[in-house]
Nanobody, 120 residues
């Protein structure tokens, strides 16, 4: 399974970006999907997750500004980021849980990361 992330770039504070991450490869289904980020000199942190039924979770720092969504038919997860702040600058990684059959979880996979830079 491969996760291909895209949509990063340079944006001014207060601006918006939308990240996408598409999963491809041989797998029965995709379970939860999520976005993490890692800023320079900091540990990777969870930003948002979405379960297959659409239930979502957000880090307090992004709640109300970021929206995670998914298209199950396309095995794709999105992250809409509004009201961006300089402290949102980081490499953003997607992650996905896989199922090898309806009852058995398989490996989790990471995307390659996409850089988001927010200028002040």
């Amino acid at each position: 399974v491969q996760l291909q992330a895209s949509g990063g770039g340079l944006v001014q504070a207060g601006g918006s970006l939308r990240l996408s991450c598409a999963a491809s490869g041989s797998v029965f289904s995709i379970g939860w999907m999520g976005w993490y980020r890692q800023a320079p000199g900091k540990e990777r942190e969870l930003v948002a997750t979405i379960f297959r039924d659409g239930d979502t979770r957000y880090a307090p720092s992004v709640k109300g500004r970021f929206t995670i969504s998914r298209e199950n038919a396309k095995n794709t997860v999105y992250l809409r980021m509004n009201s961006l702040k300089p402290e949102d600058t980081a490499v953003y990684y997607c992650k996905a849980e896989t199922y090898s059959d309806p009852w058995t979880t398989g490996p989790e996979y990471w995307g390659q990361g996409t850089l988001v830079t927010v200028s002040s």
